[in-house]
């Protein structure tokens, strides 16, 4: 997974973005000391005090305003990702009208998810009288530090601050070095719905500099994203000062295809799971695990359906794959290419970085995957499909298990109830989709297991992560 603070042209107080397309620098930004991030930290744990007392008839339609902001502001906020990490346009207003209608569920339905829940304690009463009245109620907790990654610069933090402003609780936002204009618009989106101007805030902070902010006292909880070295660094400092933290980490999701799957169908599910974002998600499909009787179609279907992601201009809205965030991360999944072809990889597509400016990676497919080659055993973040090959099912099951990661997980089947009992059964991960590609939604939870991390994100469960639950009893005296 993207490391939460990506690689970027950064002075200690200067935040110069790149464009990934042509390698030129962009726009520059002044960032934070850390005694300025500490104030503002102080700020909005003053807000936060005012806000948690308001009701979600008032938080509601601030809500549903900051979604008309992006939808008002959408081709803006779309150029900012394809300047500073190269999204094509196309897909970046796609992860805009999702981060609004992320907006749009949690001022609905927030609501009824933290109504308190009745408890019943009249089972064992000895007491004379009628037993005592007993519920849980979810109170926010205050102030989330949200450490957020490049590749979905606007959802990694909307399906953030959606459901936990909603909550009561107040954000402060550290998002990844080389999106800082991103990182600012998000501000400028509550504070355009009407939101207490000092309730969410961006602070442009370098990472090495996190631990003040993660320690400070006004700062309830942290929510991370990115990379596994990432998570643990700050999962650490988080949990010496006892602060409760959500960690979406990496993840090197399997699909399994099975012997009865339409090859066809199968490579397009699975095409479309890799190439999100260019394969920069984590929770791209990232290993195919094919049942050997089947391996030789569905290999011969997922060249055809990959040929159709040509590099483009991200610009174009024709676009259907950008560059890579930045030249290290080009090298990076060059590297282990190369190091799977030199341990007995095949190249079926793709497969060599054009001699080009910029950080430009074509579409590519190897097979013949095997233990010991990057391409089984790491995560490949980049445009970038390893075919593996299974005996059977429950060998299919077993490579898909046997990564370190856990986040999402897939089986592409004719038989449903077998896809649906390996995928609620078998499968070691956060999600498991039959027939589909793995994908978040507001209405999901969303999570890892392993060192994919832990907690849930968005739906109901989601949002009680980040508030107290808290047991009230009543009786009478």
């Known amino acids: 997974m993207a490391e939460a603070a990506a690689l970027a042209v950064a002075t200690p107080n200067l935040f110069q973005t790149v464009n990934p397309a042509t390698g030129e620098k962009g726009a520059a930004y002044q960032g934070h000391s850390v005694d300025q991030a500490l104030s503002i930290a102080a700020d909005v744990h003053r807000a936060q005090s005012a806000w948690r007392r308001t009701g979600f008839k008032e938080r509601a339609p601030l809500m549903k305003n900051a979604a008309k902001v992006i939808r008002d502001n959408c081709l803006r906020y779309a150029k900012l990702m394809t300047d500073e990490m190269g999204k094509p346009i196309t897909d970046g207003l796609a992860e805009l009208e ?4 992320c907006c749009e569920y949690f001022a609905e339905m927030s609501d009824e998810f933290l109504k308190p829940i009745p408890l019943d304690v009249s089972v064992g009463y000895s007491g004379s009288g009628a037993p005592p009245k007993a519920f849980a109620a979810f109170n926010p907790l205050g102030v989330i530090l949200a450490v957020m990654p490049w590749n979905f610069p606007f959802w990694q933090v909307i399906r953030f601050a959606a459901p936990h402003l909603m909550a009561g609780n107040g954000g402060v936002l550290k998002h990844a070095s080389n999106v800082p ?3 600012l618009a998000l501000e400028e989106i509550f504070r355009l719905a009407g939101f207490p101007f ?11 500099d996190l631990r003040p902010l993660i320690e400070d006292p006004h700062i309830a909880a942290v929510t991370l994203t990115g990379s596994v070295a990432a998570g643990k660094s700050v999962a650490a400092i988080a949990g010496a000062v006892m602060k409760k933290g959500v960690y979406e980490l990496g993840g090197s999701d399997g699909y399994i295809v099975l012997e009865d799957a339409d090859p066809v169908s199968a490579a397009k599910i699975c095409v479309r799971g890799r190439m999100v974002n260019g394969g920069q998600s984590c929770i791209a499909a990232k290993r195919f695990v094919v049942v050997e009787g089947a391996r030789q179609a569905f290999e011969r279907a997922l060249v055809e359906e990959m040929r159709r992601f040509e590099m483009g201009d991200p610009n174009d809205p024709k676009t259907v794959l950008g560059p890579m965030e930045s030249v290290h991360s080009r090298d990076q999944i060059a590297n282990q290419v190369r190091q799977s072809i030199e341990n007995g990889a095949q190249v079926l597509l793709g497969g060599e970085a054009p001699k080009r400016a910029g950080a430009w990676f074509p579409a590519t497919i190897l097979t013949n995957v095997l233990p010991g080659q990057a391409a089984h055993d790491e995560e490949l973040f980049g445009p970038v499909a390893a075919v593996i ?9 077993r490579i898909v298990n046997a990564s370190e990661f856990g986040l999402g997980s897939a089986v592409i089947t004719a038989d449903t109830a077998r896809g649906e009992r390996i995928a609620s059964e078998e499968l070691d991960a956060g999600a498991a989709f039959v027939n589909q590609n793995v994908r978040s939604d507001p209405r999901l ?3 890892g297991v392993k060192n994919s991390g832990y907690g849930r994100e968005v739906s109901e469960f989601g949002i009680r992560e980040f508030c107290n639950i808290k047991t009230v009893l009543i009786e009478e005296l």
């Open 98 to 101: 999702k981060c609004a209608s």
């Open 181 to 183: 204009g991103c990182a």
């Open 198 to 208: 000092e309730l969410f805030r961006t602070v442009l902070l370098s990472s090495k």
């Open 389 to 397: 090959s299974a005996k059977d099912e429950q060998d299919a099951i």
């Open 445 to 447: 939870p969303f999570g």
